[in-house]
């Protein structure tokens, strides 16, 4: 390769790494306006309640036509009045807080719901190098914050709720603390919500409408409230990892930020959807989720349908950006409700549904526990279907058993690394060498090359069989590669969600879920990454040890040799513990290049097969007898 020709490829590498810092910098973006958030005043039902200031915004109904169904045939729309409240002074509603060892929980009078969650093990900001001291929202996790509308709320017909105040109260019991939410509505409805605290991340949910009439109440369809989907803290922007989940019984449907937007392959823009609405009477259960944790609705009996849509979050202030700038500064969230059929309740009668709710990390063993009490497969949630999540499953156990030895989560993966590299050093031991001796075997191989070079076919053949008189392989190269490859993607997968790993340190990285940003060059605001660099050079110095594959044009060659720099583009903002295993996998690589090196014995190689004999062809030898 010649000089022009690299200075070309280190452009290039250095432009990738550098485009969107550059961007960034010369277009920073722009926060959205203060008032887009803002939704009209809507009368309030009841005028008596107009210091409540809540209004309705129609994000459950499908207005825009864009609407795309799932596999399952769904049911009619929203109801006519279907619409979650946003309320421009929520600081007029009641508040109660009950806590246990794992959580605290804030109900609201403003629909009877669940305000947030927030989970004491887990805080909102994990240490990483850019958002390290950095931290001004709440102190721990939160679920269901900064949405506008409270989970466990019903939404639909104005006589459903009225002006949507309820009555909370706590009621201590032997079982634990209850929180009650109940109201009563002029038509002869009465609604009690009854929250019942446990001492894990589930909480029992039973509501009750009454009739206390002497007539039959109709109660219309109404959506009832899982909670929203939102960033983990102000500075996260991976609405990659954010969504709605539901399960139909067999299979779980991820509904996230690239279905809303539509994209063709991915890539080009598209119609944009606005809303989400599937299922068929098989809504076993409806989750909001982010990267690391989940809130999941259970109903009883499975939900008739489930809408989800697109929202926008609260932006930071003017004042807010001014002071840091690493704020995410447009969020986006995405709220869900399980759909309710209408119902008629009798004189004196009652309709009483009950849900389950967890409210917490997705934690695999945790998960699988409740999945198996309940046999409703919530364990999905992690995403560890198809093949690659089999692996990703079998990672997760081997490192937390480990972890549970005494072992570090950073040291865990150098573990997992040394033990799976064990297991495969005789198949690639076996490649290295075979992959050496057929560098050894070049001259004679062109050879056989030349001779044949008019009959392909026979070039083959002959080549093939000088190869297995010599013990090599030309697929040995590359299967120990194609064995690591689940492996890969096993962690890939496993890191997207493994909340063990948030907050994790490891020498000088202080949380392994996220890149290891020891600094930022100053103007462009460019991360420092150690580990990716590391990685990149390891893979160097394993490609230059790595003998050639045989027949390679010797340009080919040294494309490849820096081919693997591509991986440092690729991983320099993901998960360290992705870029910890890799470097370790590729210094252990390297280790068992010189050992082969150094116990392998030359072999002279075999004579070619006895091929001359043919080079002159059958009928030239009739005419030369003759």
């Known amino acids: 390769m010649d000089r022009k020709s690299i200075i070309i490829l280190v452009a290039c590498f250095l432009l990738l790494i550098f485009w969107y810092p550059l961007v960034y910098t010369i277009y920073p973006p722009e926060p959205k306006p203060a008032d887009t958030n803002t939704v009209a005043q809507a009368k309030a039902p009841e005028s008596t309640t107009a210091a ?4 309705q915004t129609n994000i459950f109904r499908d207005t825009s036509k864009t609407n795309v169904p ?5 049911l009619a729309q929203s109801p006519s009045a279907a619409a979650p409240w946003t309320s421009t002074n929520q600081s007029a509603a009641d508040t109660i807080t009950v806590e246990n060892e794992l959580a605290i929980y804030t109900f609201t009078s403003l629909g009877g719901g669940i305000k947030s969650v927030k989970l004491k093990n887990y805080p909102e900001t994990a240490t990483n190098g850019k958002t390290k001291d950095k931290n001004t929202g709440p102190e721990l996790a939160t679920l269901n ?11 639909g017909d104005e006589q459903l709720q009225g002006n949507g105040i309820f009555e909370l109260s706590k009621i201590s019991t032997s079982t634990g603390m209850v929180v009650r939410a109940q109201k009563e509505l002029t038509n002869g409805m009465r609604w009690i919500k009854d929250f019942v605290i446990s001492n894990s991340y589930l909480l029992n949910a039973q509501v009750k409408i009454e009739n206390t009439t002497s007539e039959p109440i109709e109660v219309p369809a109404y959506d009832f409230t899982i909670g929203a989907s939102t960033p983990i803290n102000a500075y996260d922007d991976k609405t990659t990892f954010m969504g709605i989940i ?4 067999e299979d779980a449907q991820f509904i996230g930020d690239s279905w809303f937007q539509n994209r063709t392959l991915g890539c080009f823009p598209g119609t944009p959807r606005t809303f989400y609405s599937g299922g068929n009477s098989n809504v076993f259960w409806g989750a909001a989720h982010n990267q690391f944790f989940v809130m999941a609705v259970m109903p009883e009996t499975p939900g008739a349908s489930i809408a989800a849509t697109k929202i926008d979050l ?11 700038k690493d704020l995410n500064l447009n969020p986006i969230g995405f709220q869900a409700a399980i759909r309710s059929p209408d119902a008629t309740i009798p004189p004196g009668g009652s309709l009483l549904k009950n849900y389950k709710v967890y409210a917490g990390p997705k934690k695999y063993n945790l998960l699988s526990k409740i999945s198996a009490s309940m046999e409703n497969d919530l364990d999905t949630v992690m995403n560890y279907g198809g093949f690659f999540g089999f692996f990703a499953k079998i990672l997760l156990l081997s490192m937390n058993g480990l972890h549970s030895f005494g072992l570090s989560y950073g040291w865990t993966i150098v573990a997992i690394t040394i033990i799976v590299k064990t297991l495969f050093w005789p198949l690639t031991n076996a490649s290295t060498k075979s992959m050496k001796r057929m560098a050894e075997l070049q001259p004679q191989m062109k050879a056989i090359q030349e001779k044949y070079k008019d009959d392909p076919k026979k070039m083959n053949a002959k080549t093939m069989e000088f190869m297995k008189q010599n013990r090599v392989n030309p697929m040995g190269g590359c299967l120990p590669m194609l064995l690591q490859i689940p492996v890969f993607f096993g962690f890939f997968k496993m890191l997207q969600s493994a909340v063990e790993l948030r907050g994790a340190s490891f020498l000088w990285v202080r949380d392994l879920s996220q890149p290891d940003t020891v600094f930022t060059v100053p103007g462009i605001d460019f991360p420092v990454n150690p580990l990716p660099l590391i990685m990149g050079a390891s893979m160097l110095w394993q490609a230059r040890l790595t003998p050639p594959s045989p027949g390679m044009d010797p340009v080919q060659q040294k494309i490849m040799r820096y081919m693997p720099l591509i991986f440092v583009v690729f991983l320099y903002n993901y998960s360290t513990g992705l870029t910890l295993y890799w470097t370790v996998q590729n210094l252990l690589s390297i280790v068992q290049m010189k050992l082969t090196k150094k116990t392998q014995t030359q072999e002279p190689a075999k004579p070619q097969p006895a091929a001359a004999k043919t080079a002159t062809p059958k009928k030239a030898r009739k005419r030369l007898k003759s």
Do not use: F, K, M
């Open 145 to 155: 914050s900064p949405s506008p509308v409270p989970a466990l709320v019903a939404i």
């Open 70 to 74: 799932s596999r399952n045939q769904p």
């Open 52 to 55: 409540t200031n809540i209004t």
């Open 246 to 249: 539901w399960y139909d019984g």
């Open 314 to 324: 609260p932006r930071p202030t003017p004042e807010e950006i001014a002071v840091n």
